[in-house]
């Protein structure tokens, strides 16, 4: 879910692979894959290269996703962030909702670390969404289509309205945090944060963000990969 971390990982602290925009849509494309049906396997597309295929940025940016995150996860800076999370959520008094502390703690890590990210450099998204290019939305369907064996015909919309949606943008304020942490809740069917609830997410956001050390996470992710 963190968009900005990945594609900075891809393009800043990796050697990306061109066409520039095919391998940033592969790299975005294993978090926006389950949005056009959730009977598909992000996972399947972390796969070797294809000789039927002549253009392999899709996956090689598909697999640099897969590859950033399995050394991210496994981080002792973001174990020990999250860890702070769980415990601020305890704290936070939420009432009247079910809150999953795991899957809460997770996703506001890493939304937190994007949010960090495009306010050490808030030019970060506008340069995401300048590389994320429609044009290699029909290009990355088919090449989903053709590693996944399955025709996939709500990726297009999906991709599209995620270009159109700039939303990555909104995470300059803890607000637009707090909507996005109420947008995954929604998706993954967890109760949302509403009237006081709300505020106590935006006051547990605040706290989020100070455990967050964007340069050192990165560093360590680039290192491990």
């Given at each position: 879910?963190?968009?900005?971390?990945?594609?900075?990982?891809?393009?800043?602290?990796?050697?990306?692979?061109?066409?520039?925009?095919?391998?940033?849509?592969?790299?975005a494309?294993?978090?926006?894959?389950?949005?056009?049906?959730?009977r598909?396997?992000?996972?399947?597309?972390?796969?070797?290269?294809h000789?039927?295929?002549?253009n392999?940025?899709?996956?090689?940016?598909?697999?640099?996703?897969?590859a950033a995150?399995?050394?991210?996860?496994?981080?002792?800076?973001?174990?020990?962030?999250?860890?702070?999370?769980?415990?601020?959520?305890?704290?936070?008094?939420?009432?009247?909702?079910?809150?999953?502390?795991?899957f809460?703690?997770?996703?506001?890590?890493?939304?937190?670390?994007d949010?960090?990210?495009?306010?050490?450099?808030?030019?970060?998204?506008?340069?995401?969404?300048?590389?994320?290019?429609?044009?290699?939305?029909?290009?990355?369907?088919?090449?989903?289509?053709?590693?996944?064996?399955?025709?996939?015909?709500?990726?297009?919309?999906?991709?599209?309205?995620?270009?159109r949606?700039?939303?990555?943008?909104?995470?300059?304020?803890?607000?637009g945090?707090?909507?996005?942490?109420?947008?995954?809740?929604?998706?993954?069917?967890?109760?949302?944060?509403?009237?006081?609830n709300?505020?106590?997410?935006?006051?547990?956001?605040?706290?989020?963000?100070?455990?967050?050390?964007?340069?050192?996470?990165?560093?360590a992710?680039?290192?491990?990969?």
């Amino acid at each position: 879910m963190n968009f900005l971390a990945h594609y900075l990982l891809a393009t800043k602290y990796l050697p990306p692979v061109e066409p520039l925009s095919c391998y940033i849509v592969g790299n975005a494309l294993p978090d926006l894959l389950p949005l056009a049906s959730t009977r598909l396997r992000p996972a399947a597309l972390n796969t070797p290269p294809h000789p039927a295929l002549d253009n392999n940025a899709f996956r090689e940016g598909a697999v640099a996703h897969f590859a950033a995150d399995a050394a991210f996860h496994k981080l002792a800076g973001f174990l020990t962030a999250q860890a702070c999370i769980n415990e601020f959520i305890a704290e936070a008094g939420f009432y009247g909702i079910r809150v999953r502390k795991f899957f809460l703690s997770h996703i506001l890590a890493e939304l937190a670390l994007d949010a960090a990210l495009l306010r050490d450099d808030p030019w970060i998204a506008g340069d995401f969404y300048f590389a994320f290019n429609p044009r290699e939305i029909n290009g990355a369907m088919r090449w989903a289509e053709f590693i996944l064996q399955q025709e996939i015909p709500a990726l297009p919309m999906v991709l599209a309205r995620f270009a159109r949606s700039r939303y990555l943008e909104s995470y300059q304020d803890n607000a637009g945090i707090a909507i996005g942490i109420n947008r995954l809740c929604a998706r993954a069917r967890q109760d949302i944060f509403e009237g006081a609830n709300a505020e106590r997410l935006l006051n547990l956001v605040s706290r989020s963000l100070s455990v967050i050390n964007a340069t050192d996470l990165m560093a360590a992710t680039a290192e491990a990969v």
